[in-house]
Structure formats: structure tokens, C-alpha cells
């Protein structure tokens, strides 16, 4: 099964894309029975395993897991339990569909995270409005940590969002062996922009160039995040420095395709942004930290060569710089 990559932390607009339903079942003609019950009112997923529904989950999160309990390889039981042992999961609801009927399989769906349990064979009404409820409870967390998360003046990721989630990333790649880049951003003679226009003005600069980079990111795990100021940065998880570099000419071009009229800057009096990239595999011994530090360098080298474009750089680490 191809599993979808992961869903923006932040939706854009008004529209409330349908609920995402992972059906996890060993048998197809569970999985065939229970997506008659659902299709229609919610995107249904499938994954035939435990291990399989951790990888879906991790990689592209639903609203809601149903998972039966046995299965071979790894049972349901253990693979909530490890759902919820991960940050990026652990809020993800999961109802066990069992044949178990005594008390202790019951206490055991409990005890391993689930947030209810449906007997089989299920009863499609019992099934519907059980799944209705959590994802009513789901959809009104969701909302309140999304709240904590987004810059209030911009509508992107927050700093402490993108700290979280950039933990999250070193963590992953440095047990996967994966390549991690970040792009610092940061808005050319900007306080030259406040002094001319205003500061509402700017405020809406900046929202306007927000708008602008998260569109140009085009793969949904992508991120970017308000950093402090007229700062931006932006995390592409599986991405080498060529590809990063790449993303940041389209970030580059993306606000200057907004023609925002900057009387005060000297590069043709149009607002214009700098870019500094840095690409790395991830190792647990250095601290995610040292990405930044090495892509706040080349924002700087940027600034320093003219203004108005990118500059990036590997991260040298250990492992990398060779004897």
C-alpha cells in the first residue's frame, strides 16, 4: 500500500476537508464492511497491519483509527500502545473493533490507550455514532492546540511550533538515516517597510509574504513557521541541499511575484527576501540546534552578497567531514 504523506498542521480557508478514517484489519472483508458503512461522509483508509497502521499513522495522521485487536505480526493492543508512545500520534483516537466479550479484553483496550471498543459483529448505527462522538471531541482538541501553535498575526506555525516539530524531524531522520534542510527567511530592509509605510502596513506585509511561502511550499509535510520579527523558516524533512536550495529560489520567487512596493529598499522597489539553507542527516549526538545555527550563517552570507537571494551549505558533523 503507498501511504500518502502528511497533512499540513494548518488548514488555509474556510472549507473542512472530510474526516480521515484508518480502518486497520487483517481480513479484507472487514475492511470491505466497514467502508461500506463510512464512505460517503469520510475519506477511508486501510492498513492490514499493526506495523502498516504505525507507518500511515506517522507519515500522514488520521482523525481516527478503528482497529481490530488480533492480528498477526503485531496485534492492535501493542500498536496503540506505540501510537501512543509518539508524539506525532498519541492524540489520534483509536477504537478497538473486537471479538472479545469478558472483562479482561475489555480492560485491556483501556489499558492500551483506546478511547472505546465495539464488539464484533458490529452494528453499523453503534459503529456510526461512536465514531461521530470522538471525532467530535477529536475535532474540538484539535482546534484548541492549533490555537496554541499558530502565529497570531500571520496564520502559519508559531515558534514554538516549529521547536517542537523540528525536535520531532532530528529525532526521526537520525534513526532513519534520512536528509533534513531548513531555510531561514528573513525580509529585506524591512524596517526601512515600517518606517515608510507604517506599521500596519507592515503587519500585512508580512501576512501577505506568509501566504506567499506557504503556498510555495507544494509537499503537505512541509512547514513554515514564523520565527520572530520579519523572520520565517521553513523545514523540508527528506530533502538534500540541492532540492532544499531549489525550494528556496521558489520561496524567493514566490514573494516577489507579489510586486509589493518597497520605495525604501534597493533592489528595484519591491519588497524582496533573503535565504539562508542548510542540509543535514541528522545525528542523536548533536542537538537540532546546530541546523539553525548553520542556516542562520548562510542568511547571513546572503545578506552580505547583495540581498535578494540564497545561500546554503551541508552541515559538517562527525560523520561527514570524513578523516
Given at each position: 500500500?503507498?501511504?500518502?504523506?502528511?497533512?499540513?498542521?494548518?488548514?488555509?480557508?474556510?472549507?473542512?476537508?472530510?474526516?480521515?478514517?484508518?480502518?486497520?484489519?487483517?481480513?479484507?472483508?472487514?475492511?470491505?464492511?466497514?467502508?461500506?458503512?463510512?464512505?460517503?461522509?469520510?475519506?477511508?483508509?486501510?492498513?492490514?497491519?499493526?506495523?502498516?497502521?504505525?507507518?500511515?499513522?506517522?507519515?500522514?495522521?488520521?482523525?481516527?483509527?478503528?482497529?481490530?485487536?488480533?492480528?498477526?505480526?503485531?496485534?492492535?493492543?501493542?500498536?496503540?500502545?506505540?501510537?501512543?508512545?509518539?508524539?506525532?500520534?498519541?492524540?489520534?483516537?483509536?477504537?478497538?473493533?473486537?471479538?472479545?466479550?469478558?472483562?479482561?479484553?475489555?480492560?485491556?483496550?483501556?489499558?492500551?490507550?483506546?478511547?472505546?471498543?465495539?464488539?464484533?459483529?458490529?452494528?453499523?448505527?453503534?459503529?456510526?455514532?461512536?465514531?461521530?462522538?470522538?471525532?467530535?471531541?477529536?475535532?474540538?482538541?484539535?482546534?484548541?492546540?492549533?490555537?496554541?501553535?499558530?502565529?497570531?498575526?500571520?496564520?502559519?506555525?508559531?515558534?514554538?511550533?516549529?521547536?517542537?516539530?523540528?525536535?520531532?524531524?532530528?529525532?526521526?531522520?537520525?534513526?532513519?538515516?534520512?536528509p533534513l534542510s531548513l531555510v531561514m527567511v528573513d525580509v529585506d530592509f524591512f524596517k526601512r517597510y515600517n518606517d515608510q509605510y507604517g506599521h500596519l502596513a507592515g503587519d500585512d506585509c508580512l501576512r501577505r509574504i506568509a501566504g506567499a511561502l506557504k503556498l510555495a511550499l507544494n509537499r503537505p509535510y512541509d512547514l513554515v513557521a514564523r520565527y520572530g520579527g520579519e523572520e520565517f523558516v521553513c523545514l523540508l524533512p527528506a530533502t538534500t541541499l540541492d532540492g532544499a536550495l531549489n525550494i528556496a529560489q521558489a520561496?524567493?520567487?514566490?514573494?516577489?511575484?507579489?510586486?509589493?512596493?518597497?520605495?525604501?529598499?534597493?533592489?528595484?522597489?519591491?519588497?524582496?527576501?533573503?535565504?539562508?539553507?542548510?542540509?543535514?542527516?541528522?545525528?542523536?549526538?548533536?542537538?537540532?540546534?546546530?541546523?539553525?545555527?548553520?542556516?542562520?550563517?548562510?542568511?547571513?552570507?546572503?545578506?552580505?552578497?547583495?540581498?535578494?537571494?540564497?545561500?546554503?551549505?551541508?552541515?559538517?558533523?562527525?560523520?561527514?567531514?570524513?578523516?
Amino acid at each position: 500500500m503507498t501511504l500518502p504523506p502528511a497533512p499540513l498542521p494548518f488548514a488555509s480557508g474556510d472549507h473542512t476537508p472530510m474526516p480521515r478514517l484508518l480502518i486497520v484489519d487483517d481480513q479484507p472483508i472487514n475492511i470491505h464492511a466497514m467502508h461500506q458503512i463510512f464512505a460517503g461522509n469520510y475519506q477511508v483508509f486501510m492498513a492490514t497491519s499493526g506495523r502498516q497502521a504505525i507507518e500511515f499513522c506517522r507519515l500522514s495522521p488520521p482523525d481516527l483509527v478503528l482497529m481490530d485487536v488480533m492480528m498477526p505480526d503485531m496485534d492492535g493492543l501493542e500498536a496503540c500502545r506505540q501510537l501512543k508512545q509518539m508524539a506525532a500520534t498519541r492524540d489520534i483516537p483509536v477504537i478497538f473493533v473486537t471479538t472479545g466479550d469478558k472483562p479482561e479484553h475489555e480492560n485491556a483496550c483501556w489499558e492500551a490507550g483506546g478511547v472505546d471498543f465495539v464488539a464484533k459483529p458490529v452494528n453499523p448505527l453503534t459503529l456510526r455514532n461512536r465514531v461521530r462522538v470522538h471525532l467530535t471531541l477529536k475535532l474540538q482538541s484539535d482546534r484548541l492546540r492549533e490555537m496554541a501553535f499558530v502565529d497570531g498575526l500571520t496564520g502559519v506555525a508559531n515558534r514554538r511550533y516549529f521547536d517542537e516539530r523540528l525536535a520531532r524531524e532530528w529525532r526521526h531522520d537520525a534513526r532513519h538515516l534520512q536528509p533534513l534542510s531548513l531555510v531561514m527567511v528573513d525580509v529585506d530592509f524591512f524596517k526601512r517597510y515600517n518606517d515608510q509605510y507604517g506599521h500596519l502596513a507592515g503587519d500585512d506585509c508580512l501576512r501577505r509574504i506568509a501566504g506567499a511561502l506557504k503556498l510555495a511550499l507544494n509537499r503537505p509535510y512541509d512547514l513554515v513557521a514564523r520565527y520572530g520579527g520579519e523572520e520565517f523558516v521553513c523545514l523540508l524533512p527528506a530533502t538534500t541541499l540541492d532540492g532544499a536550495l531549489n525550494i528556496a529560489q521558489a520561496l524567493g520567487q514566490a514573494v516577489a511575484t507579489l510586486g509589493l512596493e518597497h520605495a525604501g529598499s534597493e533592489l528595484g522597489g519591491h519588497v524582496t527576501i533573503s535565504l539562508g539553507v542548510a542540509s543535514t542527516v541528522p545525528q542523536h549526538e548533536l542537538p537540532p540546534e546546530t541546523l539553525i545555527q548553520c542556516a542562520d550563517k548562510q542568511l547571513y552570507l546572503a545578506k552580505n552578497s547583495g540581498r535578494a537571494r540564497a545561500c546554503g551549505t551541508t552541515l559538517s558533523t562527525p560523520a561527514n567531514t570524513g578523516p
